[in-house]
């Protein structure tokens, strides 16, 4: 069965720094791409990064660039979210999203983690 | 960036009802749009990919249409089941980007 399971949300003050895992189990990591999505209270879905089955590819939203850092360690089927100078607009569920195609270069998400809470206030 | 609009946002419908959603995207995705129902407090669901292929699983009532800018995502035949809200996304270019999201509601 494939899960993908976040941690790592919780209460950081603006300017702090946190980060996101994603364990991932029930199909061959290394074969595909992942991406952090995020939802603030309330609002819509939007993508956060994305990272090639490989690691050698990353992609970010604007919105986040510069400040996050999307990176996975294949040997241990974990991806990763850095995040530094968060913001309170950052506040939201963060999700880690498995592509639905090994090997593309298409990001659409087939499987999704349960979402952990990151919230910025001080 | 490519900018997705859905409509309506918000839309009332009883069990049994046709409803489309629609999402316009600001240029091209070519076929690369999919479609994901969300429940409150739960993860989204892939439902179509490429515009109007259907992920495994999903009931055929669900279908997706269009290509380019414009495109659709109907129910023929409402369920209990399917009160959420519906998410377009593009994914043809960075950043991918979602559509606002359609809230669908028992009239």
């Known amino acids: 069965e494939v899960q993908v399971v976040e941690s790592g949300g919780g209460l950081v003050q603006p300017g702090g720094s946190l980060r996101l895992s994603c364990a991932a189990s029930g199909f061959t990591f290394s074969n595909y791409g992942m991406s952090w999505v995020r939802q603030a209270p309330g609002k819509g879905l939007e993508w956060v990064s994305v990272?090639?089955?490989?690691?050698?590819?990353?992609y970010y939203a604007d919105s986040v660039k510069g400040r996050f850092t999307i990176s996975r360690d294949n040997s241990k089927n974990m991806l990763y979210l850095q995040m530094n100078s968060l913001r309170v607009d950052d506040t939201a569920v963060y999700y880690c999203a498995k592509d639905l195609r090994v090997n593309s270069g298409y990001h659409n998400f087939d499987y999704w983690g349960q979402g952990t809470l990151v919230t910025v206030s001080s | 960036d490519i900018q997705m609009t859905q409509s309506p946002s918000t839309l009332s419908a009883s069990v049994g009802d046709r409803v489309t959603i629609t999402c316009r995207a600001t240029?091209?995705?070519?076929?690369?749009l999919a479609w994901y129902q969300q429940k409150p407090g739960k993860a989204p669901i892939l439902l179509i990919y490429q515009a109007s292929t259907l992920q495994t699983g999903v009931p055929s009532r669900f279908s997706g249409s269009g290509s380019g800018t414009e495109f659709t995502l109907t129910i023929s035949s409402l369920q209990p089941d399917d009160f959420a809200t519906y998410y377009c996304?593009?994914?043809?270019?960075?950043?991918?980007?979602f559509g606002q999201g359609s809230r669908l509601d028992i009239k």
């Open positions: 996304q593009q994914y043809d270019t960075y950043p991918i980007t």
């Open positions: 240029q091209s995705v070519s076929k690369w």
């Open positions: 990272i090639s089955n490989g690691g050698g590819g990353t």
